[in-house]
C-alpha cells in the first residue's frame, strides 16, 4: 500500500494523488522518485504518470492542489511549482518558492 501525501477529487470520479517517495533515490532513482504524481480513474486504474523535463533531478512531488481557473497545480520537494496537464500529466515549471 501506498501512502498518500496529498490528493484531489474531480466530480467526473477521478482523482490525482501523490504518493510519498521523499527519500527514495537509492532505492527507486531519481526519475522514479520525481514521477510520483498520478491522476486515476474511479476504479484506481492509473490514466496518467506525471513527467517533466526535471525528473533527472530526482526533485519528488509533496503536493497537488486546483487553481483558481480549476486547473491541476503541484509543488516539489525543491520548492519548485508545476502547472500540471490535466490530459497528459506533463508538468510545466510555473515558479521556484524557495
Known sequence: ???ILSEI???????????????MKEKYGNAECSQNLYL???????IWRVSS?????GNPFTNVNLND???IEAY???G???????????ATPK???K
Open 1 to 3: 500500500m501506498y501512502n
Open 9 to 23: 477529487f474531480f466530480d467526473d470520479g477521478k482523482r490525482a494523488v501523490v504518493i510519498d517517495q521523499l527519500g
Open 40 to 46: 486515476l480513474d474511479e476504479n484506481g486504474n492509473v
Open 53 to 57: 523535463n526535471f525528473d533527472e533531478d
Open 69 to 71: 481557473d480549476n486547473n
Open 76 to 78: 516539489r520537494w525543491n
Open 80 to 90: 519548485g511549482l508545476y502547472s500540471i496537464n490535466k490530459e497528459t500529466g506533463f
Open 95 to 97: 515558479i521556484l518558492l
